[in-house]
Every structure is written in C-alpha cells, then in structure tokens.
C-alpha cells in the first residue's frame, strides 16, 4: 500500500515539476499565481474605502530590479575564398622516412655505420653525435622499404635530446 502511495505521490511532483513555469511573463496553468488584472479586480472590490490601491502596493514593494538581459549582437560571418596551408619549416620528423626505398634512403642520410640483415628485415644504424637511428626496412617485392625508425642515446642508459638530434638529422640531410 505504501509503494503504490509513494508512486502517487512521485507521480505527482513530476507532472507538478514539467508543467512549472520559471518565468515571470509566462505562468503555468496549473500552478499559476492570480494574474496582475484578477489582483486589481479584487484589490479594488475589497479596498474601496481604503486608502491603499494595487499602484501604490506595488510600487512600494522591495523587491530588486530585474534587468532585461541584452541581446547579444550578431557578428557578421565571411567565408574564406581560399584556404591556405602555412608549413611549419621548423618541424622536422622522422616519419617522412616511412615508406622510402633504401637507395632514396642511403642518398639522403649517407652510408650507414652498421648494417645487419636477417631474412627480409635489414637494420641500418647511423651513429651522430647526439643520438643513434637504428632504421628497419622489410623487403617487399625484391624492395627494401623502411618500416620503422627508432632513436637511442649514445651512451648506456643516457637520455636523448630529441630536438638537438632532429636538428643534426636535418642538417646532414641539407
């Protein structure tokens, strides 16, 4: 009996709850205040005789000024007539290397420092002065193409400056 009460009752704040009105120019049917003109009406019929009339109550009430919130104005949109790439010359990766064959490669970088091949995978290792590139190349269709390029330090648990070594890569490669 209790659950069917408390469904009631919650069915109740719903409808009670969606069909409020939040707004003072627009009220609700079901929950409406007298309106302004039913406020006079019976103000005037009860107060007659009396001093105080519905302008003077409600120009004396405390309550803040509500100001109207300004609309916003309206910026006018223009599309572009052409859509221009800026290229960043500064950013330089590795991943350009991706897909070349290994005669475009070993024209760019120079004859690598160590060569080792093992079925169709061939590593290339370039040692600079700040890191060493160990290039990965997979044969495809009598090809070798690189597949993957990894950066290491040069020395036994250093870190690498990946900025400073991208730099010395670029340089070689200009």
């Not at 120019?25 to 009860?46: P, T």
């Not at 105080?52 to 120009?59: G, H, I, R």
Request: hydrophobic share 35%; net charge positive; with cysteine.
């Amino acid at each position: 009996m209790k659950s069917i009460l408390i469904k009631i009752i919650f069915g109740f704040c719903i409808v009670f709850s969606i069909n409020a009105c939040h707004t003072f120019e627009h009220q609700n049917i079901f929950n409406q205040n007298v309106n302004k003109n039913s406020n006079v009406e019976v103000l005037d019929k009860k107060n007659k005789s009396s001093k105080y009339s519905f302008e003077k109550f409600t120009k004396n009430s405390e309550m803040a000024p509500i100001e109207m919130p300004k609309q916003t104005q309206t910026v006018q949109k223009l599309a572009l007539q052409r859509q221009v790439k800026i290229q960043n010359t500064n950013k330089f990766s590795l991943d350009k290397f991706i897909n070349w064959d290994e005669e475009k490669l070993v024209k760019t970088l120079g004859k690598s420092h160590f060569v080792k091949e093992e079925g169709k995978l061939k590593n290339y290792q370039y040692h600079f002065k700040e890191c060493f590139i160990d290039v990965f190349l997979l044969k495809k269709n009598r090809i070798y193409l690189v597949n993957y390029i990894e950066k290491r330090p040069t020395k036994l648990d250093g870190t690498v400056n990946i900025k400073s070594c991208l730099e010395e890569i670029k340089q070689i490669m200009n």
